[in-house]
């Protein structure tokens, strides 16, 4: 008994080393993300969760932490929107405003409600809309000071200390997916700039609190594809919070990814493609919509 | 450095992003190029009104790019930032390269005005002419060139060239009528209609072209501002020196309308069906109309450019007599 006793005794030394690698998987688990540099992968995939039948959210997880293991240059991230699922709730554009902590007259994503026919054969499609993230994109090419640029990735990005606010780029994008910061607040005018608007925005994995007279004000602002999120593991707010699965988000030069097999199996388009443009957002079912 | 901007308190927005202040930029650069093109060809031409007006003419050019070059700094969100266009320009922009031309632009007009007292020199009349001829292109294809609007088009460069020299043949009508003795003024506001009703003739036709191109898709040019235009060609041809004033007067503040018209029509069009009320917030909408402030702005731009006018005027009158 004595002897078992003194089996199961655990010396100090062996119960402060016990302690020191307990308290370093806590610390280490409570740690906020670190943010990725240009070009830099995590290298450790994390293991595969979705099985057939599961959410397609965790498939998309999947996809996306597979695509942040390879290089910046060798993902290109691409947005695919079922329009024949869409129901019209405006989730996405909420969503998007309150990531973003977007301004008064700043909306990366719209929904185009549309309606034809007529009575009593009427129609009614809804069609989000945000930055297309263009291959050729015509607002790199009218910027005059290089504050907007296409990222290896694909992602067409924004400089906010760079940008002198021309709106060159806003007349430049034929899909009126810019817009520019004014310095609007929606609670002007009233006692208090209330907290959630002067909350920071982590657009472009920086702090950015509104603050009057500071950027993003009086700069062009645009859909970045949450490179805040996807870069910390996480899905962009518009596809997480879709409440009928519409939007896909992955990498296309995946080929396992569910983003290029729905692309493979659906017919797609892309919006005003004899602009040559090269979108990197495919919409499934636009062909039958009137815009 | 803190944001300076002066745009919260004018009415563009995100979808109009190029309101009155770059109506008169356009407009102001359009008065310098084209009258320094329009002294130049009269050069190597030997017009005799067009050379007599050329220190003026020289004199208005930098007046009026001086001006423009303001209140396109006006309408920027981040005026502070400026000197980024210089630092660290891109290339492919066609801006960037607005700014390095207008730079060498106003290094060309300054040293004319100043060190050529007499007689241009040709080859610099001619090198002049090709770099006023650049000066307008270039600022055409800010527009012109970005696919999606409706200054996509062909036409729209060709109006531009027209109605700028337009404006700056009726500036330099004012100015005759303004600064030059009665004897004289009659020959050269004379020798100036020459010159100036071909140059409306063709902005007509060129607007009917533009207005048919663009039926449907907004009036890049309006009814108004064509007949405008045709009343101003029936002044010119009266010969009288005082309708031919008036047909300036009409002339120069027609083609600001024109320009503004052609800016704004193209901006309020949506990209696509449903789009302006697919998010209805303050300056997203489809629609715009300066403010109060945005009008005493460019009325204080248009006097500054009469006031740097008659300063550079007199400096180089000064020169002249040294």
């Not at chain 1, 409570?30 to 498939?59: F, H, N, Q």
């Not at chain 2, 944001?3 to 770059?22: D, E, K, M, R, T």
């Not at chain 2, 005799?48 to 209140?71: Q, V």
Request: charged share 20%.
């Amino acid at each position: 008994m004595e002897e078992e006793r003194v089996q199961n005794k655990i010396s100090r030394k062996d119960f402060l080393k016990m302690g020191a690698v307990a308290g370093l998987a806590i610390a280490s688990s409570s740690m906020p993300k670190t943010v990725l540099a240009a070009g830099e992968d995590k290298g450790d995939t994390p293991k595969p969760r979705w099985k057939e039948g599961d959410d397609i959210l965790l498939r998309m997880q999947d996809d996306l932490n597979r695509a942040l293991s390879k290089p910046r240059e060798k993902r290109s991230w691409s947005m695919l929107i079922d329009l024949h699922k869409c129901v019209g709730c405006y989730a996405c554009a909420i969503a998007c405003k309150s990531e973003n902590v977007s301004p008064p007259g700043v909306a990366y994503r719209k929904v185009l409600d549309i309606e034809t026919g007529k009575y009593p054969n009427l129609k009614r499609d809804y069609v989000p809309v945000l930055c297309n993230h263009c291959e050729n994109p015509p607002c790199v090419t009218a910027c005059p000071v290089k504050a907007t640029k296409a990222r290896p990735d694909g992602i067409v990005d924004m400089d906010y200390m760079k940008c002198i606010g021309c709106r060159a780029c806003l007349n430049a994008c034929p899909y009126g997916a810019r817009q520019s910061d004014f310095g609007k607040f929606y609670t002007d005018k009233t006692p208090k700039l209330q907290d959630y608007e002067t909350r920071p925005a982590f657009e472009y994995n920086k702090e950015w609190p509104r603050q009057k007279g500071k950027s993003p004000i009086g700069n062009a602002r645009k859909c970045h594809f949450c490179i805040h999120r996807i870069e910390n593991g996480e899905l962009p707010a518009c596809v997480t919070t879709c409440i009928a699965k519409t939007t896909y988000f992955g990498d296309i030069k995946d080929k396992d990814s569910l983003v290029s097999e729905l692309i493979a199996k659906n017919k797609v388009s892309r919006l005003k493609e004899a602009l040559g443009t090269k979108p990197r957002v495919y919409y499934i079912g636009l062909e039958e919509v009137r815009l | 450095m803190s944001q300076i901007s002066f745009s919260p308190f004018a009415n563009f927005n995100s979808a109009v992003a190029w309101g009155l202040w770059v109506s008169i930029y356009v407009w102001f650069v359009g008065i310098s190029a084209g009258a320094f093109l329009l002294i130049g060809i009269g050069r190597l031409r030997n017009d005799p009104c067009l050379k007599k007006i050329a220190r003026p003419g020289l004199a208005l050019s930098l007046a009026a790019l001086m001006a423009g070059l303001l209140s396109i700094q006006i309408d920027l969100g981040h005026i502070e930032r400026f000197y980024k266009l210089f630092l660290s320009p891109n290339p492919s922009s066609i801006m960037a390269w607005m700014v390095w031309l207008y730079s060498i632009y106003f290094v060309i007009l300054a040293v004319m005005l100043v060190f050529f007292r007499k007689e241009i020199p040709r080859p610099l009349i001619l090198f002049s002419v090709v770099f006023a001829f650049a000066v307008i292109a270039v600022e055409s294809l800010l527009f012109a060139l970005p696919p999606g609007k409706a200054w996509h088009s062909p036409v729209f460069p060709l109006h531009f060239f027209t109605t700028s020299l337009v404006s700056a043949i009726a500036a330099l009508i004012l100015i005759a009528g303004k600064i030059y003795s009665a004897s004289e003024r009659n020959d050269m506001l004379k020798g100036l209609a020459k010159v100036a009703i071909p140059l409306v003739a063709i902005n007509i036709i060129v607007g009917i072209i533009e207005m048919a191109f663009f039926k449907g898709a907004g009036h890049l040019t309006s009814w108004g501002v064509l007949l405008a235009d045709i009343l101003v060609l029936a002044l010119l041809a009266k010969s009288s020196p005082s309708l031919t004033v008036l047909a300036g007067l009409i002339g120069l503040v027609n083609m600001l309308f024109s320009k503004y018209i052609s800016l704004i029509s193209a901006q309020v069009q949506e990209p696509f069906k449903g789009f302006a009320e697919a998010y209805i917030e303050p300056r997203l909408g489809y629609s715009y109309s300066p403010t109060v402030f945005e009008y005493l702005v460019s009325v204080a731009l248009v006097m500054l450019a009469i006031v740097l006018f008659y300063f550079l005027h007199n400096v180089s009158m000064a020169i002249k007599e040294d």
